[in-house]
């Protein structure tokens, strides 16, 4: 979905664990390259080029990824990203994010407990193949080299403008963006859209959700007349003073 000149919403349907997951990689473009950010679940990189394509943005122009954080629906297929590019890619990521995105520390929400529970939850027609690549999948998730570092406040170049918001609490070093031309937020995993309505992160997902809330506090500094959020897409119904309710349920 075009949300304005040079700013897209990417809508990808995936078989995650006997559900359908349905996430939302942004892709940013102009006559300099492409930008994507957060490249989704392994195994997704047809998936993501053949959605470049039909905005008319080819594989070949995606110059930069940026990861959000580093959760596995967001950094799992960057290594196919890497490996697949005609030329060098930047990757940027925070500096409190960059040790799990290089796999030089384990990504905080896979442990040995939360392995076994995921595939427990498997269906029960699941293949044994296919439950032991799963495992091991969790048990050696994919990575990639941070190139670059995305400091709080940090605004990059090109694409009209994206603006980096350090958005802690979901992950330790979770950053969200903002797009100046467009006015739109990119909210990653900080907020969610569920049935037509926006809400903050999830609790159960966060690492520390009191933080995760005062975060959304950042988003004030902001003219935001768009979000969107990784998982529930497109939100766009009076979104300053929406946040702003959500942001002063955590005082």
């Not at 492409?34 to 959605?51: C, F, H, N, R, S």
């Not at 039909?54 to 954080?69: A, Q, S, Y």
Request: aromatic share 6%; hydrophobic share 40%; charged share 20%.
């Amino acid at each position: 979905m075009r949300i304005a000149n040079g700013i897209y919403m990417l809508e990808l349907s995936v078989p995650v664990m006997g559900r359908i997951d349905v996430i939302h990689p942004t892709l940013f473009s102009d006559e300099e390259g492409a930008i994507l950010v957060d490249t989704g679940y392994p195994g997704l990189l047809p998936l993501i080029q053949k959605a470049m394509e039909e905005h008319n943005v080819p594989f070949r122009h995606l110059k930069t990824i940026i990861i959000t954080h580093q959760d596995i629906d967001h950094i799992g297929s960057l290594p196919d990203f890497i490996s697949k590019s005609p030329h060098k890619l930047d990757i940027l990521a925070s500096e409190i994010e960059k040790p799990y995105i290089q796999g030089e520390k384990m990504l905080i929400k896979i442990t040995p407990e939360s392995i076994e529970q995921a595939v427990a939850s498997l269906p029960a027609d699941i293949s044994p193949e296919w439950r032991k690549a799963f495992r091991s999948a969790l048990e050696n998730p994919p990575k990639g080299p941070v190139n670059d570092i995305l400091d709080d406040g940090l605004e990059l170049a090109g694409c009209g403008g994206i603006v980096v918001i350090h958005t802690p609490g979901h992950t330790p070093g979770h950053v969200s963006l903002y797009h100046k031309q467009s006015k739109t937020l990119i909210a990653a995993d900080a907020l969610v859209v569920s049935e037509g309505q926006l809400l903050g992160p999830i609790p159960e997902y966060s690492v520390n959700y009191e933080l995760a809330m005062q975060s959304l506090k950042k988003f004030s500094e902001y003219d935001i007349d768009a979000v969107i959020c990784y998982h529930g897409g497109l939100y766009t119904d009076n979104v300053n003073q929406r946040i702003a309710e959500l942001a002063a349920s955590s005082i």
